[in-house]
């Protein structure tokens, strides 16, 4: 694969991100198959031209920057597990402050749990996924890939944060953020059945991905 046929779907996977949840395209999409079918449809899309892309990168011409090393490998492995319950614990539960989460009007301030230390899961989840992905991958292609996701993941948030300042308005926005900032930095956010449900989930995932690494990508992620 050339660098120019690599910038290409680099561009596809950019486009296919950013026009479906342009305010009108959205609109129109959530409109044809509701708020649950764009989720899914857009989430069974983003996980495809991701795939897409990283095998891209793996054909793309080879250009050396390090070697990879056995401690990157355990780095990143331990770092995705975590990245993984991560996810589980935050994704579609009440959060006004940023995306993936469902039933905002249900979020208590007081009681944010995760949210306490972060508005933003999953582009934190997005920037380490890039920045453990980056350690054993030393060659060109690979660290445009991840770097990119990173700086992608960390402008987002202040992106996001503008946006859900304007959608919610200033002071409302700002009177949210004074409230879970105020809250206990370990506070129960959801009942305890739903967090080991969501940990087990979590667990569940992150064993199938290990499998599935290898047949989709073509390289193991084991240590």
Request: net charge positive; no cysteine.
């Amino acid at each position: 694969m050339s660098w120019i046929l690599y910038a290409a779907v680099f561009g596809a996977f950019f486009l296919t991100h950013s026009l479906p949840v342009r305010p009108k395209i959205k609109r129109w999409l959530v409109k044809r198959l509701g708020p649950r079918g764009f989720t899914l449809s857009y989430s069974i899309l983003s996980i495809a031209m991701l795939a897409w892309l990283i095998v891209a990168a793996a054909n793309a011409p080879y250009v050396a920057l390090w070697d990879q090393t056995p401690w990157q490998r355990h780095v990143t492995f331990v770092g995705m597990f975590a990245i993984g319950l991560l996810v589980a614990l935050t994704l579609g539960r009440p959060n006004p402050f940023s995306f993936g989460g469902a039933n905002n009007a249900r979020f208590d301030p007081k009681q944010p749990g995760l949210i306490r230390w972060t508005r933003h899961p999953l582009l934190w989840a997005l920037t380490l996924w890039s920045f453990f992905h980056i350690l054993p991958n030393g060659d060109l292609a690979h660290v445009i890939l991840f770097g990119v996701f990173a700086s992608f993941g960390l402008v987002g948030m202040k992106i996001v944060d503008r946006r859900k300042q304007r959608l919610l308005g200033g002071p409302e926005w700002w009177s949210l953020r004074d409230l879970v900032a105020a809250a206990p930095l370990f506070s129960k956010h959801g009942s305890w059945a739903e967090i080991l449900l969501r940990l087990n989930a979590g667990v569940v995932v992150f064993v199938v991905l290990l499998i599935l690494h290898p047949i989709v990508l073509g390289v193991s992620p084991l240590p």
